[in-house]
């Protein structure tokens, strides 16, 4: 059984740019939410996908977007890059039905 | 609004030591309760998780957490505590939904 897995580990970008961080689910699973957490805190829930739809949203503006594919692998998309973006950006996936997500090891981003 | 508690940031304790976690939520209906733990620069893990029943939870790596309604608390212990076990340990909450609210987090250091 294959874990979640995300790409790139690491990513340095500059304020105004845009970026594209990616995550496989774990085999089975048909649901992954996407979490930032920044240094010193707790993740932040940004949003969830459910077969390809978006299933519930966070408190983030709406230049934080995400896709989510028919193999439920997904994608969250970063447009106008700000300092504050500087986090690690967590995926978990899991069953739609069950209330226990799998993490990924995360990406850390850098905005300078 | 709902929300997740960890009064302590930092806690030291020495190898062999006991350990109890603090974790309060506020919100009136029993949420599902989760503690991961997070080694620096990994995802998080679950160690254990609360739905319903029996309110003394066992989990992996010989942790256990006990919900207490009276105190919408859910505090994690452990008897003996060894050098791997020093990362930072996160409470979360869900309330009828998969998506998690997460405490900020307690940096647990273990001597020798």
């Known amino acids: 059984e294959t874990g979640v897995t995300q790409s790139p580990t690491h990513l340095i970008k500059t304020r105004g740019q845009q970026v594209t961080l990616r995550c496989s689910s774990q085999s089975g699973h048909n649901t992954v939410s996407w979490y930032q957490q920044a240094l010193g805190q707790g993740p932040q829930f940004i949003f969830q996908y459910y077969r390809e739809e978006e299933n519930g949203r966070g408190n983030f503006p709406p230049r934080f977007s995400g896709l989510q594919f028919p193999n439920y692998s997904s994608e969250l998309n970063v447009n106008a890059l700000e300092l504050d973006d500087s986090a690690l950006y967590l995926c978990a996936s899991s069953l739609r039905t069950y209330n226990e997500q799998f993490f990924g090891p995360g990406t850390r981003l850098t905005v300078l | 609004a709902q929300s997740v508690t960890q009064p302590d940031i930092h806690i030291t304790v020495s190898e062999g030591a006991s350990l109890e976690l603090r974790c309060n939520y506020s919100y009136g209906a029993t949420p599902y309760l989760f503690w991961y733990v997070q080694s620096p620069g990994q995802g998080l893990q679950l160690l254990l998780k609360?739905?319903?029943?029996?309110?003394l939870v066992q989990g992996i790596k010989g942790f256990e957490a006990e919900f207490k309604r009276s105190q919408s608390s859910f505090n994690l212990r452990k008897p003996s505590v060894h050098w791997s076990d020093a990362a930072e340990y996160f409470c979360?909450?869900?309330?009828?939904?998969?998506?998690?609210?997460f405490g900020t987090g307690t940096r647990l250091q273990v001597f020798p």
């Open positions: 609360y739905f319903s029943g029996d309110t």
């Open positions: 979360a909450v869900a309330f009828n939904t998969d998506k998690l609210i």
